[in-house]
């Protein structure tokens, strides 16, 4: 193992301890456009000449600091049941025959009190404050230390793990709420500050610029982060990223660090996202993201040809759920979704991102590019339930051969495409052998030869071909048929494992590697 590895680290690194895993469970609403805080919020762009920081950034940091708050979080001391704990402790503090420490009459064991320290951002004068999720997490009690010198006791709001955002609130009134930029318009190579509490050493401010945009590093369901380099570091969770006039554009958030300390690639959620969760947990103390019933992978530059596309920006849709709003509307599989709502999509995060931030029951146009034409369908967004919020995981496939109905022909046969994959047909023994669902139709692949240009896009035992060249496949024999004697040689197949369906090319003219 590479002890050097690169990681994503979040930022809150405890003074006297770690806060324990628990959380607070993220929940669906009906959202609602009464929010419960007021924000200020100025949608100018920055000056690009003339900038307000001079030769000083002072009046800058004299206006943001007094916004910029501690948030200090302890979780009582408690006793951790037996179930709990993690397998390779449960015979030092379970109880069991031969326990060499003697924790026989405990059933458990017990976790003293611990601290940590983050960040957060005064939005409203009457006390709301945003911060991180991982920083209030699990905890009991909140002390709210502001610029003052004042410290007060919040109380949560709501959470949202999936974007890492959390709204506490404090019973005070006449506080120095920050303003928000829209954070749409900010681009690369602008100015800003990071306020915080690092280490716990006391506010400090650093300085930098907008590295990057739209960066996705934490594995979290909604992610479009503002990168900078701007020194970020253990306590800055929660804090400002703000712009040359002193308005929220972010909440610092994560860093990529080898050592984990700041190596000048931080990350900060846009102040546009945050305030759209914040608004909805400050009125309904949960958050609810729209929701259209696509399954989509990204667009490469093989899968742009093969679709007719002249980027590869936009989501390429591989399954529209039967009865879900986007099949309703007419979206089907192998379309790219172009523009949501009026806005460009990008790639598919964007379009989840776009998709979430419109409130179920809103009914809005979607651009798809569909045979190399674009065409525009009504949709009726509906709302994401939890059952929906589940990550599919690619599981262990199993493979064994089944005697394949296609084998690997010599040089003098290959005048077809697919050569080295084995299909045969999905019938029930197959279907309880590679755990395929019954609405799955298609060829089953028994075997593909690891030197076979299938191989190596991934073609494995147990997938099922579903389509070859945007032709449904029914059986093993509509496999072989669409494969031979064909004038060209890319395929583009739709193909089912245990991950979900996708397309993928296999390019016959593309040399395979040596086995």
Do not use: C
């Not at 006391?202 to 590093?217: F, K, P």
């Not at 609405?439 to 494995?460: F, N």
């Amino acid at each position: 193992m590479n002890t050097n590895r690169t990681s994503v680290r979040r930022f809150l690194q405890f003074a006297a301890g770690l806060i324990a895993a628990g959380g607070l469970a993220w929940a669906a609403a009906s959202h609602s456009t009464d929010s419960a805080v007021s924000v200020k919020i100025d949608k100018a762009p920055v000056a690009a000449a003339n900038s307000p920081l001079g030769p000083s950034y002072a009046p800058i940091v004299k206006r943001v600091a007094p916004s910029v708050v501690k948030v200090l979080v302890t979780e009582r001391a408690k006793s951790i049941p037996q179930a709990e704990l993690p397998p390779q402790l449960r015979e030092f503090f379970g109880g069991q025959s031969g326990n060499p420490f003697g924790f026989s009459g405990r059933g458990g064991m017990q976790q003293p009190a611990q601290q940590g320290l983050g960040s957060g951002v005064i939005v409203s004068a009457d006390g709301y404050i945003l911060t991180n999720n991982h920083v209030v997490n699990g905890a009991d009690v909140i002390k709210i230390s502001l610029n003052d010198g004042r410290e007060l006791t919040a109380k949560v709001i709501g959470t949202d793990p999936q974007s890492d955002l959390a709204v506490v609130k404090v019973d005070a009134k006449n506080l120095p709420a920050i303003t928000f930029a829209d954070s749409d318009i900010v681009e690369v190579g602008d100015r800003v500050l990071a306020v915080g509490n690092p280490f716990g050493i006391g506010q400090t401010v650093t300085s930098g610029m907008v590295s990057g945009l739209g960066r996705a590093t934490m594995d979290l369901d909604y992610e479009d982060f503002i990168q900078t380099d701007a020194a970020i570091n253990p306590g800055n969770s929660g804090g400002a990223l703000v712009d040359a006039e002193g308005r929220l554009i972010g909440v610092n958030t994560a860093i990529l660090s080898r050592s984990g300390g700041s190596q000048g690639i931080g990350f900060a959620i846009p102040s546009n996202l945050a305030r759209n969760v914040m608004e909805q947990l400050t009125s309904n103390g949960k958050v609810v993201r729209g929701y259209i019933g696509v399954k989509m992978q990204e667009i490469s530059p093989e899968l742009a040809e093969q679709f007719k596309l002249p980027t590869n920006k936009g989501a390429l849709v591989v399954e529209a759920i039967a009865g879900e709003p986007a099949a309703k509307a007419g979206i089907r599989e192998g379309d790219v979704v172009t523009k949501f709502d009026g806005k460009s999509v990008t790639d598919t995060r964007h379009l989840k991102l776009v998709v979430a931030t419109v409130a179920p029951g809103t009914k809005v146009a979607v651009e798809v590019m569909r045979d190399g034409k674009t065409q525009t369908l009504d949709l009726t967004v509906a709302k994401k339930s939890p059952d929906e919020l589940v990550a599919q995981n690619h599981a262990n496939r199993k493979g064994r051969n089944r005697g394949s109905s296609k084998s690997a022909p010599s040089a003098e046969e290959d005048t077809g495409t697919l050569n080295g994959v084995g299909v045969a047909d999905l019938d029930a023994q197959a279907r309880r052998e590679f755990d395929v669902p019954a609405d799955i139709r298609g060829a089953l692949v028994t075997e593909v030869d690891p030197s076979s240009v299938a191989a190596t896009v991934g073609l494995q035992p147990g997938d099922v071909i579903q389509e070859i060249n945007r032709q449904a496949v029914r059986n093993s024999a509509d496999a072989i048929k669409l494969t031979e004697k064909s004038d060209t040689k890319k395929t583009l197949l739709r193909v089912w494992n245990q991950g979900g369906s996708h397309f993928v090319v296999v390019d016959e003219s593309a040399s395979a590697p040596n086995s």
